[in-house]
């Protein structure tokens, strides 16, 4: 116990002794420190921006004119989606999806780019955020610390007087994981002060608590790689060349393996075929805007019969804002048939990626951080489905309007008739229809439980490494 | 009987490097074992503290099996490695104080400075990093380390390499004295002249096989001259 203490901290004191040591050390910390106070200005500055361009969108739309439901429905809003605070650490995919959708009638748009400006202005910086840092540098800066760990007493004929001191094997193993347990604490700092910094920010306690813990345990897979190898092979030049193979297989190889992987299992359709096909199952439902299409011929004899009458004129609503109604809700249901299904490949393909996690570390990590600062792809899909409850939720709201407020006579004469078309126009008061949106990232333990797989993996791969290592360690010799 | 070695053979990378090898040593004796490059003499040590494990054969070390309790064995044994090197980024005191450490052992400023002016270590050179040193004042700090451990038993590769012949003499005085204490002492070495000046008994080594034996009469030193006329008969490579 003592002697491992003594092995542990003599490793230290070499380090610190050691230029090669401390000139990485503060290369990787610097840059660490660069990206994250970049990733924070940044992701600060996008959360303010979103939330206020959300109320601005608000704003503007309750305070237009009075006017045809109808026209407020092509006028269109806005949904945008805020960073989560521990975005600021691992933006994840959201560098690559749209944070911001535009809203209107009949149509789903796709999400937009709301900080492609933001990331011009930074230089193209913004793309080496501090997991990247994390997860692809600092195996590298532990590579170049430690893999002599063991190799550089070696060469140096010091394990002889060691071991002669009555030090096992064992005993050399756990002083050396305990130094690089140290490294290890000192290296995941940086995480622990972004995700108190996100904590101060609005973020749970435990999700921060998590992120770091993951980065720890990522480094710690690292430390027991280094250790095997380190006892596995004699001479510095092969203990290097594993590790590296390592980690280019780990951030290179495996993962593109594994997105390929996820594509070929499940084909993404062409854009042009799919969007075809959609036009001709859209085109079945009708316009909405032409009660006289005969898709809607069925509506109304149904409403005919219901209401006994035998003129549309005659019904208590308006025909017009009943099919806009109907249109509506059979288009939204096919675009979300559309939309599920493209979320549903989407997820699948991301499962892959994740269970390829087994074989990576680095894939593994990914998911994990990606899925506890919830900008994973399943944060991206809620906010994508929660933008269209919103639409589909004023947009009906809107054509309800119409349908009571607006006499069809008014409504088919406003083109021709000025004083039919003054009495289309309703009040702006109607306007309130539309919801307040705010989005919201998930609750922990959400976020939490769809790290789980990859945090398993994890855990597995660094005690597979630790037993593998110790049983080596146990026969070393000088 | 505090170290015995009996009809010991040890492979090392599929070939036989040490066969049949017999020999013991009393308390407070000391012998020397001598023998050409690659006889197998550090090869010997290190079967005895356990290092590298036998073919075949018996050995004891204070009636503890080195093959079976390493740990034991190690812990009564000061060994000096051969062409031993200490940490190169520390100074004689810290690298004393970390072995000693690892051994158990918590040892005083003053102590550190009698057992290096034993050895005979400029003063100046003490706190400065040993990748400054020469290869003589190296060995002197691993004598001196192997002196302060204080055991019972010491299992010397080659101490006098790179000594100058003044520390040389030193040295085989202080042999003298540890084994005069009672200690044990097992000693590698080149130095034909030396060994006959310590040792109670010779073993000459080739390729592998016990070769020859010397034996001091009582209150008489062994014949230089025998062992050199052995040697370059039966040793020689
Ligand atoms: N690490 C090793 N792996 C394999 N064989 C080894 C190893 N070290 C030594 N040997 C072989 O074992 C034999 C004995 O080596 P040993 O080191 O015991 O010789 P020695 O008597 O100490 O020689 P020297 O006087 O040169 O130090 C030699 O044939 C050598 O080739
Ligand atoms: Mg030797």
Redesign the interface.
Known sequence: MNSMWLIAREEWRYWVRSRLARVSVLIFVGLIIASSLFSTLQTLDARHQRLHQQEVAEQTFLSQPARHPHRMVHYGHYAFRPPPPLAVFDPGIDVVTGQSIFLEGHRQNTAMFADARAQAKAGGFGILTPAMVYQILFPLLLIIIGHDIVAREREARTLAPLMGQGVTGITLYCGKALALLGLVGVLALPVLLVSVMSVLLGESIPAGLFLTLTYALFLTCWSALLLLVSFAFKTRGIILAVLMLFWLFGTLIIPRIAVATGDASFPTEGKILTDLRMKDDLREIGDGHNDADPTFSKLKAELLAQYNVGNVEDLPMNFRGVVASTAEARLTKTLNDYAEKRMERESRQSRIIRDFGALSPFLAVGHASKSIAGTDLKSHHRFLREAEVLRFGYVQALNEVHAGQIAYSDDINRSSDQGAEKRTRVDPENWRVLKQFRFETSGTNARLARAAPSLSFLTIWTLGLLGVGVLLARGASP | MTISVSNLFVERSGKTVLRDVSFHIDKGEVYALLGGNGAGKSTTL?SL?G??KPGKGQMHVLGENPETH??KV??S???L??????????DAYENLE???????FKVGQARLDEALDTVDLQQPARADRMESYSKGMRQKV?IA?AVL?DAPVLLLDEPTSGLDPVAIDDFNRLVRSLAGDGRTILMVTHDVYGACQVANRIGLLRRGDMVGFFEAKAGQRIHTEHVHRAFAERAAV
């Open positions: 290190l503290l290092f590298i390493p740990a190690r812990a044994v000061a060994y490695p051969e062409a031993a090197t200490l940490y190169p980024h520390l970390y072995f000693l450490g690892l051994a158990g691993a380390l451990r």
